[in-house]
């Protein structure tokens, strides 16, 4: 009896043993952990011009450290695409300073999964030569996908695989490498603004669109007025749409909403603020009961969104076309 029970003691400890062993080997090479953002993007040979241009960027590093990033990954085909119309050879022709805000501008600083989009607004963690202190704006537009920026037409992306997890963070795949977003690239992206769109681009000769996409008087402080505030304009003016405004007015009046070599974050906006615009003309600011405009016509508008920065400036979007003297 004694032998057999020595027997038995000795089984349910090599037992154990074995457990133990086993159970300290899943631990270690356990397929289902989490790697890193870095990790898990040298895997796929599909985004090997990423982590090039991240190792070259110092910024692996970065995302290869604990966190809550959301990466937005352009493809070996999207870094050909961008390197192609921007006239660079190859990775190493771009300088590193441009590359990092390049890259900087897919990262998020928390995590986002696809289900949790909304269409709207995040900060990514680039900077443009507008501001030194407030990120750059990234537009997502949530259909039966992700938009980003207004798609590539538009500088920006579309996800095409979502929710890569990783240990710190999640990565969406995306088909473009997103641009340093301009002021008439953020007024693209959001559809709330096409007839403000419509409104710039109208006249070609006056060359407002491309005032607002170049750096020539920049950083810009734009206040945009959305579609239903263009309606409502049309209508308390009497124009049956825009091509029934003389050029002049209308080029006045888009001048009206834009002050130049500013960038005026919200926080910087104080109640009886004078502001002198493109136009030439002043209006004031006024915070009693919330951020308002009062134009030169004595009319009041809401501002109703604040701070979405683009890389020459900055918007803050209201709910009526203001209305300089004519």
């Known amino acids: 009896m004694k032998t057999i029970k020595f027997n038995l003691i000795a089984l349910l400890a090599l037992i154990a043993f074995v457990s133990i062993s086993c159970s300290n080997d899943d631990n270690d090479d356990d397929p289902q952990q989490p790697q ?92 443009g030569s507008a501001s030194t202190a407030n990120t750059i704006s990234m537009y997502l537009e949530k259909g039966t996908g992700v938009d980003i920026n207004g798609g590539k037409t538009n500088g920006g992306a579309v996800v095409t695989t979502a929710d890569i997890e990783a240990s710190n963070g999640v990565i969406h795949i ?40 170049g750096t020539a008087n920049s950083p810009f402080t734009v206040f945009a007025p959305t579609n239903t505030a263009f309606t409502s304009f049309l209508t308390e003016a009497g124009f049956s749409g825009l091509p029934a405004i003389p050029a002049s007015v209308l080029e006045t009046t888009l001048k ?57 400036g900055i918007i803050h979007v209201i709910d009526k076309v203001l209305l300089p003297k004519f």
């Open 256 to 312: 009206y909403h834009v002050v130049t070599g500013a960038n005026v974050q919200s926080s910087a906006l104080t109640n009886g603020q004078v502001v002198n615009t493109f136009a030439s003309q002043n209006f004031t600011v006024n915070l009693t009961g919330g951020a308002k405009i009062t134009d030169a016509s004595n009319r009041i508008s809401n501002i109703i969104a604040t701070d979405v920065q683009c890389s020459n």
């Open 174 to 213: 995306v088909d473009g490498v997103i641009g340093l977003p301009t002021i008439v690239n953020h007024a693209v992206a959001n559809k709330n603004f096409a007839t403000l769109v419509a409104a710039l681009t109208y006249n070609a000769s006056s060359g407002f669109a491309a005032t607002l996409s």
């Open 36 to 127: 890193t953002i870095v990790a898990i993007a040298k895997t796929n040979p599909n985004l090997s011009s990423l982590v090039a241009a991240l190792e070259k960027a110092d910024l692996a590093t970065t995302l290869n450290s604990s966190g809550t990033f959301t990466v937005f990954a352009p493809t070996n085909t999207a870094f050909t695409a961008f390197l192609q119309a921007n006239g660079y050879a190859n990775l190493n022709a771009v300088p590193v300073p441009a590359l990092k805000e390049i890259l900087l501008n897919h990262v998020l600083s928390t995590k986002v999964k696809s289900s949790e989009i909304a269409t709207g607004y995040v900060k990514t963690l680039a900077k």
